[in-house]
């Protein structure tokens, strides 16, 4: 009996190491109509209210993104994803601005493009990593 306990004790550590709310499904309130969804711990899209999305990092059915790096404010939403992806370190991060008030988005671009475009446009936002940016932001979990 004990050793039919530890076993279950010994499987059941790692399956609740895994149900952690920072592993869990949640949202961040960008403004009214505008939320980040974690919808699993790699990927994070960018969401209308009504769950269409705006920003779907994944691009390709090998290749999952994750929205690395991001900042916004009332006009503009700024995002750089990462390639998850051990076999491809060679890919190139991707980026997007968001015009929030036109509901336009640019991208996928390169930093080049991604750089050229912020000064065009007037955006002063600087992207700051995603864990660092979202840190003080309140997380609705589902």
Sequence with gaps: MKKIIGLLGICLIPWLAGCGLE???YEIKVNDNLYL?????????????????????????DVSRS????DWNKEYFIAK??????????????????????????GSLSKAS???LLAEKGITLTLEKYNKRIKDENKIYE
């Design 37 to 61: 969804s974690q919808i699993n711990p790699q990927q994070v899209l960018l969401v209308r209210s009504d769950d269409s999305i705006i920003i779907d990092t994944n691009n390709d059915a």
């Design 23 to 25: 592993n869990s499904d």
């Design 114 to 116: 991604f750089d050229k």
């Design 81 to 106: 994803s990462d390639v998850i992806d051990i076999d491809k370190e060679s890919t190139k991060p991707l980026y997007w601005i968001y015009n929030i008030k036109e509901d336009k988005l640019d």
């Design 67 to 70: 929205i690395a790096a991001l």
